[in-house]
Antibody, heavy 117, light 107 residues
Framework: QVQLQESGPGLVKPSQTLSLTCTVSGGSISSGSYYWSWIRQPAGKGLEWIGR???????NYNPSLKSRVTISVDTSKNQFSLKLSSVTAADTAVYYC?????????WGQGTMVTVSS | DIQMTQSPSSVSASVGDRVTITCRASQGISSWLAWYQQKPGKAPKLLIYAASSLQSGVPSRFSGSGSGTDFTLTISSLQPEDFATYYC?????????FGGGTKVEIK
């Protein structure tokens, strides 16, 4: 069955760029009519959708983060990636990748990213 | 943007109780609503999609209803493994948005 796994640095300095990768296993990222999304959750708080990508490369971003977010896909590696620039402490959160087709049906386990000097 | 409001924010219940959680959208979303369960330290798990469709593998004690702006998630007989936080999410319009969550606690 399809599984997702996030990877990337757990600590990022303020003003730098957060970079995470989600690796899809057990199936092709290109099969089926799915979007691939990033979602985050600050400690003790709710869920915030960051953005998504289709395997064609088309993207949608949350307007609240749009100026700082870039999501890309590498179908040859079965991966998609998140870059969030100019981070502050407010970007400290658990970051999840998820498969998306009208609902987020498969999630990665999440990776904690702390923004601190 | 569509805002999603859940109530209550927390509920205390006993094993075997019937629990109902409500979710209200700030504008009509037809049946484009999903429900998720999240346990501490874990990723959310999809329970219900399209307002009332049970995700594969989810116990039948979970059910969803509603359309337009008002939705409910019902757990017919609460089990020990159901103590968790539940989130609704609208998928009708961009951007997708989640409710604030409802924590189901042991009474």
């Amino acid at each position: 069955q399809v599984q997702l796994q996030e990877s990337g640095p757990g600590l990022v300095k303020p003003s730098q760029t957060l970079s995470l990768t989600c690796t899809v296993s057990g199936g092709s990222i290109s099969s089926g009519s799915y979007y691939w999304s990033w979602i985050r959750q600050p400690a003790g708080k709710g869920l915030e959708w960051i953005g998504r990508i289709y395997t064609s490369g088309s993207t949608n971003y949350n307007p609240s983060l749009k100026s700082r977010v870039t999501i890309s896909v590498d179908t040859s590696k079965n991966q998609f990636s998140l870059k969030l620039s100019s981070v502050t402490a407010a970007d400290t959160a658990v970051y999840y990748c998820a498969r998306d087709r009208d609902a987020f049906d498969i999630w990665g386990q999440g990776t904690m990213v702390t923004v601190s000097s | 943007d569509i805002q999603m409001t859940q109530s209550p924010s927390s509920v205390s219940a006993s094993v075997g109780d019937r629990v109902t959680i409500t979710c209200r959208a700030s504008q009509g979303i037809s049946s484009w609503l999903a429900w998720y369960q999240q346990k501490p330290g874990k990723a959310p798990k999809l329970l219900i999609y399209a307002a009332s469709s049970l995700q594969s593998g989810v116990p039948s004690r979970f059910s969803g209803s509603g359309s337009g702006t008002d939705f409910t998630l019902t757990i017919s007989s609460l089990q020990p493994e159901d103590f968790a936080t539940y989130y609704c999410q609208q998928a009708n319009s961009f951007p997708p948005a989640f409710g604030g969550g409802t924590k189901v606690e042991i009474k």
